[in-house]
């Protein structure tokens, strides 16, 4: 579980899923705060009339004592002058040394999946801590996760992604389930294809297979496929996916490969993506 949670909210509803998300990432005794960005007087046409920013920020305390109201939460709430939602969510998130940050997503795109419009992928993109993108409508109907999943590879990445799945599975004794997707070598995609690729293929998926079952108290399988569509299509029966970011880089952030990516757009449970593991 997380122990210092920040909760980017607004008037709208995926702040409020990210609202109703966080109660279940949060430690018993952890901290929780709702941030609320807003221009100030970064917006020239409000610098230039008077009161409009004392106006502006009065607007936005009252938000966050609203919402905080209306989720029924302890919470500490602050209010932040940004050039954007993501940045101030970095900025603050570094301040109070957060290792969460939660987000909602946007309602684009059908059966309510997680896509994101530009300022969530702008809190996603070099986040100092861990990001929660709450499934759009997740407030409608907050029901405890009972099936947490981890993206699994045997990277460190990975293992993290699958100890936290476990760390969070606990309180509600919820499901834990695991996926290796194995992929053709990088070699097959230059057009240089070796000799019996079908066998090694199977080789590759059947010791995957084998590793997956070894996992303890995990349901574990292995496919073959793109990493990014089979873990969207395993995200479907799944209250959360827990992923780990592309490892690179001298500082431990949030880097997000290809596959974080794709999920941002397809994945129709909520998503968590973990800082890349830092090196010894």
Known sequence: ??????????????????????????????KLTLLNVHSGVLRPVDAAVPGAVAAEN?????????ERERAGVQAELVSVV?????RGLHQQAEEQ??????????????FGRAMLGDDTRAALNGSPCAVAIAAHGYSQAP????????????????????????????????????????????????GIVPPAIGESMEVMIKEATDRMRALPDVEGRAVYGFAGE???????????LVVGSRGYGPVKRLVVGSTSEYLERHARCSLLVLP???AD
Do not use: W
């Open 143 to 190: 029901m405890p996760i009972a099936k947490v999943g981890a993206g699994y590879d045997g990277s460190p990445e990975s293992e993290a992604a699958l100890a936290m799945a476990r760390e969070l599975a606990q309180p509600t004794r919820a499901s834990v389930l695991a996926l290796e997707v194995v992929s053709l070598p990088t070699y097959a995609y230059t």
């Open 1 to 30: 579980m997380f122990k210092n949670v920040l909760v980017g909210v607004d008037d709208r509803q995926g702040g409020r899923d990210a609202t109703a998300l966080c109660t279940h990432l949060v430690a018993a005794e952890g």
């Open 97 to 110: 040394q957060a290792d969460l940050i939660v987000v909602g997503s946007c309602s684009r795109g059908a």
């Open 82 to 86: 940004s050039s954007s939602p993501g």
């Open 276 to 278: 890349r593991v830092a």
């Open 230 to 240: 089979e873990l969207a299509a395993f995200g479907n029966d799944l209250d959360l």
């Open 58 to 66: 009065e607007r936005s305390h009252a938000l966050l004592e609203a």
